[in-house]
């Protein structure tokens, strides 16, 4: 496509179904071309950021999807399908319907995927050494001019078979029913437990058989950093 000197793209609008197959990046997350598909798209890999994309049908894609910074948006109408899912530095996902991953990964404060909950280890196990690195503040950081050079070769950055989160086992039943205090609070931590209700802090019950049956709820209240409230969680009786 030849344009006029000075002249740039400001939309692509593709009117049917869209096959790319490979990498789609735009190159600069601070503003670029947007993209409208008024039908299905498949994708490879998507490293996103900086331009609008709008999906009438069905998002498809095969490994990666990673949006970046607030300066973009992606709207799925139909349903969005990755292998991860990564959105990081306010990227705005509007997905109509719920997006169907294997692995989602955010920096936002209520994400699922929060990245404190996750460790070098962890992301060595699906992702390569060189695609992320420790920050100061020893939070793991994703290098995405690294998964764009990746990508960019043909090479897969997603070591699939290690990709979905193994299953939390569960505590094994004591011989003597009557667990203690430790045992309380390690079934009852944070990473085993659901993800709470807007505005109510997550809740954890079980009934122990002692003298007489008595009852004991572990609630867990989220830390909040705006406030430096530190995670609790609080034993109650009854």
């Not at 939309?11 to 299905?40: E, F």
């Not at 139909?78 to 509007?94: K, M």
């Not at 990245?115 to 939070?139: I, V």
């Not at 997550?202 to 909040?224: D, I, M, Y």
Request: proline share 7%.
């Amino acid at each position: 496509l030849q344009l006029p000197d000075g002249a740039s793209v400001f939309l692509v609008l593709v009117q049917a179904d869209a096959d790319i197959g490979q990498l789609l990046s735009p190159g600069d997350d601070t503003g670029t071309a947007g993209l409208m598909v008024l039908g299905d798209l498949r994708l490879s890999n998507a490293l996103l950021g900086g331009q609008e994309l709008y999906v009438s049908g069905d998002l498809h894609v095969a490994e990666l999807l990673w949006g970046n910074y607030n300066h973009g948006d992606l709207v799925v109408y139909g349903v969005l399908s990755a292998s991860l899912l990564v959105h990081t530095e306010g990227y705005h996902l509007d997905l109509k319907q719920e997006a169907q991953v294997q692995r989602l990964l955010s920096d936002a404060d209520d994400g699922p995927g929060h990245w404190d909950l996750l460790d070098m280890p962890t992301l060595a196990s699906f992702l390569p050494s060189d695609c992320f690195w420790l920050g100061d503040d020893q939070r793991p950081v994703l290098d995405g001019g690294a998964m764009h050079a990746r990508l960019s070769r043909g090479e897969s950055v997603l070591n699939l078979a290690h990709l979905q989160r193994p299953p939390t086992p569960l505590p094994q039943v004591l011989p003597d029913r009557s667990p203690q205090l430790a045992h309380l609070l390690a079934i009852s931590s944070p990473r085993r437990m659901a993800e709470p209700a807007a505005g109510k802090p997550a809740r954890f019950s079980v009934a122990l058989n002692t003298a007489g049956l008595t009852r004991c709820q572990v609630v867990a209240v989220p830390g909040n950093e705006a406030t430096g409230q530190a995670p609790m969680r609080m034993l109650v009786w009854y």
